[in-house]
């Protein structure tokens, strides 16, 4: 349930907690405005760099404490499709052109309400960051390491189906 999600967006009512049969809702007393909570769709790029030994590409988000790197991840925007949005995403944060693009898998991301629709993406250019990316690095498949979560696991069974067994970084213990 959204805690930051307390009035209506219709006519300012204080929303109210119901039970739906299935799971608690935000409703609107007033208007009957339903705050349904759907998870937002997120696009991921598992980029492999035609240009480069077909490396793959993984990045650091500037938000990011510490060294983590992973997938090019964004939001889809109103009126494109999956595909035109992780090319778009791409483009805009690595500068890299598309030549090819393939569904990979989807994941659920139930910590941030999202769910991950991640392609594989072969890639060509010269890599120029976006400032929402502190840095990137390139990765063999023998070399990468999968996180234990949502992109890291859509990852590993990449990894997998080409015939690489995925090796692990070691993830604090929550």
């Not at 009035?7 to 409703?27: I, K, M, N, S, V």
């Not at 009126?79 to 693009?101: C, F, N």
């Not at 991950?116 to 990765?139: K, M, N």
Request: with cysteine.
């Amino acid at each position: 349930m959204v805690k930051d999600f307390r009035f209506c967006p219709c006519c300012a009512t204080a929303l109210q907690t119901q039970h739906d049969g299935e799971r608690d809702r935000l409703r609107c007393p007033a208007c009957d405005f339903t705050h349904w909570n759907n998870p937002t769709p997120v696009l991921a790029a598992i980029i492999e760099l035609s240009d480069r030994d077909n490396q793959i590409l993984l990045a650091r988000n500037a938000a990011w404490p510490g060294r983590m790197f992973a997938l090019i991840t964004g939001f889809m925007e109103a009126g494109e499709s999956p595909e035109d949005g992780i090319r778009r995403e791409i483009a805009e944060e690595t500068s890299l052109s598309v030549s090819s693009l393939t569904l990979h898998g989807v994941c659920d991301f139930q910590r941030m309400n999202q769910v991950i629709i991640a392609y594989h993406a072969v890639a060509h250019g010269e890599i120029v960051l976006s400032p929402e990316l502190a840095e990137y690095r390139l990765f063999t498949p023998h070399t990468v390491r999968c996180w234990p979560g949502s992109t890291g696991l859509l990852l590993a069974q990449w990894l997998r189906a080409r015939g690489h067994e995925p090796q692990w970084m070691e993830w604090p213990k929550p």
